[in-house]
């Protein structure tokens, strides 16, 4: 046996090994049927489908009938787009725009003129309409809501 062979076969001993060993991983690999794991992962699929559409139902639940989550109202994410500012939200609005008022520990401060008479309350009008920026900026939207108040002004 000559020492560059050290388990006693010879190179092409070896070469057949592993190509055998190859031909058979390829025939288990042509075994393997696709369509039962496209089936297994719809089944897997739907079994998701139906737990969070369960856990939704418990969630929603308030003592009737569970109601299926496609069964419930559905409400706008926020106010109407061409939402028209009250008097006070427009005056606000443009105070903001030309700088007059400033949003600072989340009230407003005036550097110009009277204030709001319900400051918080006002605030917190202008944010949901998503007229603001937390930070007090106007938003396209407010800037578009600005421009609507004006023209009817």
């Known amino acids: 046996m000559p020492d560059d062979e050290p388990d006693g076969r010879s190179f092409d001993e070896v070469a057949r090994a592993l190509a055998d060993e190859v031909n058979r991983a390829v025939e288990r690999l042509s075994e393997i049927d696709l369509d039962d794991i496209a089936r297994a992962a719809n089944e897997e699929a739907e079994r998701a489908r139906r737990w969070i559409e369960d856990v939704a139902r418990t969630l929603t639940q308030t003592g009737d009938a569970a109601t299926r989550p496609q069964d419930a109202p559905v409400h706008d994410a926020g ?41 918080l309350g006002l605030l917190r009008e202008l944010r949901v309409s998503d007229w603001i920026t937390a930070d007090g900026e106007l938003t396209l939207t407010g800037r578009k809501a600005l421009g609507r108040w004006l023209e009817q002004a």
């Open 79 to 119: 106010p109407h787009p061409l939402a028209m500012p009250t008097p006070e939200q427009g005056v606000a609005l443009a105070a903001l725009e030309s700088g007059r008022w400033r949003i600072e520990s989340g009230t407003f401060t005036v550097h110009d003129g009277p204030g709001p008479s319900d400051p």
